[in-house]
């Protein structure tokens, strides 16, 4: 790896942005997902827009970014598969599972991520974590069950509060809510994954279990580290 000394960590997050188009198949459509590090993947990935189908994107603030440099996307509907998905992780452990969610993104994330055959996780290394669970957990819940989901992670230990944007809950994608879950220690996430999303009003949690991901390209330092799991 080349050294790379004192980078921002906005330049690690280009870095894995950029490192991250190895994994873009010519003649396919790529996944992507959303948030800060994504951002500069698209934007590493307009280099190569002639030699893909298209996009299926996680969001709206992705999709528009897409089509702003000329990638086409399409509808998740009208895919049968993808080759790889590309996003990033708000924290990510060391066998791939990840908490995702702090861009509020996270059911359309494991939408997508379910259609591929590979998950790509691109992030700094201050991302890697021992255990899930130092990140707030975001849950995109129903309205109505906001409270009801909340006093349930308040019965394991957990402080759940409602995500607001300009003194209002903040609204999705999808119309519905996020609580920030804080407090929680996930030391069996496929277990705790799988628990969660069977509570009635959760929409999705954001531990990404049966979603994890294959590969992490990670900002560090040294350079990019690439992790397989």
């Given at each position: 790896m080349t050294t790379t000394p004192s980078l921002t960590q906005d330049e690690l997050k280009t870095l894995v942005g950029q490192a991250a188009l190895q994994?873009?198949?010519?003649?396919?459509?790529?996944?992507v997902g959303t948030g800060s590090t994504v951002n500069k993947f698209i934007d590493a990935l307009a280099?190569?827009?002639?030699q893909i189908k298209g996009a299926v994107s996680s969001s709206v603030a992705s999709t528009e970014r897409l089509k702003a440099i000329g990638i086409p996307v399409l509808d998740a509907n009208d895919v049968e598969s993808l080759a790889v998905y590309i996003d990033g992780a708000d924290e990510i452990d060391g066998k791939g599972h990840m908490v995702k969610g702090g861009g509020a993104a996270l059911t359309r994330e494991k939408i997508v991520a379910a259609l591929a055959r590979r998950f790509v996780c691109i992030a700094d290394e201050s991302?890697?974590?021992?255990?899930?669970?130092?990140?707030?957990?975001?849950?995109e819940v129903i309205p109505?069950?906001?409270n009801h989901v909340a006093r349930r992670f308040a019965a394991?230990?957990?402080?759940?509060?409602?995500?607001?944007?300009?003194?209002?809950?903040?609204?999705?994608?999808?119309?519905?809510q996020i609580l920030d879950v804080r407090g929680l220690s996930i030391t069996d996430p496929l277990a705790f994954e799988s628990d969660i999303n069977q509570w009635p009003g959760v929409v999705?949690?954001?531990?990404?279990?049966?979603?994890?991901?294959?590969?992490c390209l990670l900002g560090t330092a040294q350079g990019v580290n690439t992790l397989t799991y």
């Open positions: 994994y873009v198949v010519p003649g396919d459509i790529v996944g280099t190569m827009k002639n991302k890697l974590v021992q255990v899930l669970g130092q990140f707030p957990l975001p849950v109505m069950a906001a394991m230990g957990g402080q759940a509060q409602l995500r607001m944007r300009d003194g209002q809950p903040l609204v999705t994608d999808n119309g519905q999705t949690v954001g531990v990404f279990a049966h979603q994890k991901a294959s590969v």
